[in-house]
Every structure is written in C-alpha cells, then in structure tokens.
Nanobody, 122 residues
Framework: QVKLVESGGGLVQAGGSLRLSCAAS????????MGWYRQAPGKQRELVAT???????NYADSVKGRFTVSRDNAMNTVYLQMNSLKPEDTAVYCC????????????????WGQGTQVTVSS
C-alpha cells in the first residue's frame, strides 16, 4: 500500500505565499515523477507542476515565475512553493506520484493524495 498525504493549504491574502508538501509512504521501491494538480469549483482539474526523479520540472503557464516545485528524494516528498498568489489560484490542490513497487515483479502505479484547500482572498 502506498499513501500520499498533503499538508500546507489554507487561507491567504492576494500577494501572499504558501508552501504545500506531499509525502509518499508505504511499500515503495522508487518514486518517479511527482506532480501537483488543482481543481477550482466548476472547473476541470488542471496541471500545476511536475518534477521528475532527476529534478526536471514543468509548469503550467499560469504559474510560471510564481510557483516552484521541488522534491526531497530521501523523504519521498514533493513541495510546491507558491508566491504572489492570486484569487484565481483558489482551488483544491492534489499531489500525485508515479510509484514503483515490488510484489512478485516491479509495477508502477500512479497514486493521488486526498487534496488540500488553498483559498486566496482579494
């Protein structure tokens, strides 16, 4: 069993900052790409940022220059530093991770966290 647990969401004023964390735990052989997605009310889920195991990153155009994704491979944790937050960043933020496990063979599955609410007031 693999579990992802997010933390760090909350309420912040426009222009403020928040840092989200997402830790993977369980019977993990290797954590590959990790990512953050968000879903605002009435909207589809959208990619925010991803980071590979060798720290290659990718960002949505809407967050470039404001958000930074990073990871600690020893802790199987991914972070999202969010600066210059805007009301349109309000959403539930979820992390995911492509995790390789070993049972009778190696298998890679995508796991999701439960989500954390980020609310940016104007």
């Amino acid at each position: 069993q693999v579990k992802l647990v997010e933390s760090g969401g909350g309420l912040v004023q426009a222009g403020g900052s928040l840092r989200l964390s997402c830790a993977a735990s369980g019977s993990i052989f290797r954590v590959n790409t990790m990512g953050w997605y968000r879903q605002a009310p009435g909207k589809q889920r959208e990619l925010v940022a991803t980071i590979t195991s060798d720290n290659a990153t990718n960002y949505a155009d809407s967050v470039k220059g404001r958000f930074t994704v990073s990871r600690d491979n020893a802790m199987n944790t991914v972070y999202l530093q969010m600066n210059s937050l805007k009301p349109e960043d309000t959403a539930v933020y979820c992390c995911n991770a492509d995790v390789t496990i070993y049972t009778t063979a190696f298998y890679t599955f995508r796991y999701w966290g439960q989500g954390t609410q980020v609310t940016v007031s104007s």
